[in-house]
């Protein structure tokens, strides 16, 4: 059993407030749990309304499957959302 983890840290400069930060987030973390059915939360930076720390988890019987779902989950949060990646961290134990 393999568990594989990741943080992604996402810069949205058109947010002003912690209200838009809290539904790109929820729309985001909606989306990929859905669609991918892995946990998924923000994690840091809470209060900074312009930076958005997302970490998300998922567990798979090998380490290249593991490296897939992330694979898919990070493509699919680059091409919807309009905020800049700033940083990902992986991790796969």
């Known amino acids: 059993m393999f568990?594989?983890?990741?943080?992604i840290k996402i810069h949205t400069p058109w947010v002003h407030s912690?209200?838009?930060k809290r539904m790109v987030v929820k729309s985001i973390c909606a989306k990929v749990h859905?669609?991918?059915n892995v946990t998924i939360a923000e994690v840091e930076e809470q209060d900074?309304?312009?930076i958005a720390v997302l970490g998300f988890?998922?567990?798979?019987g090998d380490k290249?499957?593991?490296?897939?779902i992330m694979d898919h989950v990070l493509n699919f949060i680059e091409g919807n959302t309009e905020g800049e990646v700033v940083s990902i961290e992986r991790e796969v134990r």
């Open 34 to 36: 859905n669609k991918f």
């Open 48 to 50: 900074i309304h312009q």
């Open 57 to 60: 988890a998922a567990v798979a």
């Open 64 to 68: 290249a499957q593991a490296d897939s």
């Open 3 to 7: 568990i594989a983890t990741v943080k």
């Open 18 to 20: 912690l209200k838009e």
